[in-house]
């Protein structure tokens, strides 16, 4: 992947939207689709950086969660870090049209994020990564 943002976020939810206004800004440099920079980039940027505070870097005040942007090939790629443990990606989706998911209030950003990124990996290593990648015309 060729990055074009690299940045580290302290640990509060406060900061997430500048981080998405700034990540918008450098996809648009990169040329994103106005449809996927409005809609699909926020939206699903919004809600792993909201995962990575408030659940992978909850217990550490001080944490830092560290956001990545660049293209592979034709492809959007999308990185968000924190120091957590990591988590079952496949375990921890749910469908929040199922019937025994309409009540339930977890799960429903991973949906998203899937729904509106052409892949959606989790990988661990030192600490957690989410990286989301988007086809690009």
């Given at each position: 992947m060729r990055v074009a943002?690299?940045?580290?976020v302290p640990n509060d939810v406060a900061q997430i939207e500048r981080v998405v206004a700034r990540v918008?800004?450098?996809c648009a440099d990169l040329h994103v689709p106005q449809r996927q920079l409005h809609?699909?980039?926020?939206v699903a940027l919004t809600e792993a950086l909201s995962n990575a505070i408030l659940y992978g870097s909850a217990q550490q005040g001080d944490a830092l969660v560290t956001v990545r942007a660049g293209l592979a090939d034709r492809s959007l790629v999308l990185e968000v870090a924190d120091e957590g443990p990591g988590f079952d990606l496949?375990?921890?989706t749910r469908d929040p049209t199922?019937?025994?998911n309409i009540e339930r209030e977890d799960g429903r950003g991973l949906f998203l994020m899937r729904r509106l990124m052409d892949r959606v990996e989790r990988y661990g290593g030192h600490g957690n990564v989410v990286r989301m990648v988007l086809e690009l015309p």
């Open positions: 943002l690299e940045m580290a918008v800004a450098t809609f699909n980039v926020p496949e375990a921890c199922a019937p025994e």
